[in-house]
Nanobody, 132 residues
Framework: VQLVESGGTSVRAGGSLRLSCTAS????????IAWFRQTPGRDREGITV????????AYSDSVKGRFTISIDNAKKTSYLQLNDLSADDRGLYYC??????????????????????????WGRGTQVTVSE
């Protein structure tokens, strides 16, 4: 299993970026994909999840209304559109896949609430820098 993030760069405050997460070696359309970010001195923060099976998604309060997650199952790629960026959005952005969803049919919000350690595979991250 491999996940590779790309698209991180330096932007001015108020600007936009689109990050990509391309997967290989597993059936992409069966599992939830999440995006996390980490800044020095802070815990890794789950910011959004999308259920690849039906496209439903959830967002953390810190990014809701500004970030949008999407997937292209044919390309095995998840995208994260980042708009209206501020210095608080700086960090290393990771994507991760959750293989063991558990019993029932958990919605995106409940998946987003899971601890990072519960996600099975991770990319190496892509750096986003926001300058004032």
């Amino acid at each position: 299993v491999q996940l590779v993030e790309s698209g991180g760069t330096s932007v001015r405050a108020g600007g936009s970026l689109r990050l990509s997460c391309t997967a290989s070696q597993f059936h992409f359309g069966n599992y939830p994909i999440a995006w996390f970010r980490q800044t020095p001195g802070r815990d890794r923060e789950g910011i959004t999840v999308i259920r690849s099976t039906d496209g439903t998604s959830a967002y953390s309060d810190s990014v809701k209304g500004r970030f949008t997650i999407s997937i292209d199952n044919a390309k095995k790629t998840s995208y994260l559109q980042l708009n209206d960026l501020s210095a608080d959005d700086r960090g290393l952005y990771y994507c991760a896949v959750l293989f063991f969803v558990g019993g029932g049919t958990p919605n995106s919000a409940s998946i987003l609430a899971r601890q990072p350690a519960e996600f099975d595979y991770w990319g190496r991250g892509t750096q986003v820098t926001v300058s004032e």
